[in-house]
């Protein structure tokens, strides 16, 4: 298992912050791993919402889809699933004195013998950590 943690800061509003990052098609201006990312059915965003994404990693794509598992004031869970890997994106929003802060965490759980990988690719996910933070400061700053 692989576990990532990143905070960003920014001074856009907490609530206008959900709003944004609880439609994962979002993730395309903040997530620099996703190549394209739509949602599946229609009507509001909630829990039970689904989302394809398609995302490159090491020169590779893969698909998967990722459901809306929690959203509360505060709070938005998503987890995207294939054969190969479970990934759990947890993001926890506060707002403190015109300032706030996304504590954002990745879990990627491998399946099978990809389970086999995860020492290696540990730092290859930190690296897109790395990259997260400014493609998600840009994305919510300019909100």
């Known amino acids: 298992m692989v576990h990532v943690h ?3 800061t920014v001074r ?3 609530q206008t912050v959900v709003d944004y990052l609880q439609d994962f098609a979002h993730a395309e201006a903040w997530d620099p791993g996703t190549v394209s990312c739509t949602r599946e059915g229609g009507g509001p965003i909630a829990v039970g919402s689904q989302w394809h994404n398609v995302s490159e990693f090491r ?3 893969t698909e998967l889809t990722y459901r809306l598992e929690q959203l509360e004031p505060g709070r938005i869970v998503f987890v995207g699933s294939n054969k190969t890997a479970t990934s759990t994106d947890d993001l926890t929003v506060t707002e403190e004195g015109g300032v706030t802060t996304i504590s954002y965490h990745a879990t990627i759980k ?3 013998l990809a389970k086999l990988a995860d020492p290696l690719l ?3 996910f930190e690296k897109l950590g790395d990259e997260l933070v400014p493609t998600m400061t ?3 700053e300019a909100l």
């Open 6 to 8: 990143r905070t960003i």
């Open 12 to 14: 856009t509003p907490g």
């Open 59 to 61: 020169g590779k794509q």
């Open 110 to 112: 491998f399946h099978g």
């Open 122 to 124: 540990k730092r290859e």
């Open 138 to 140: 840009k994305a919510l």
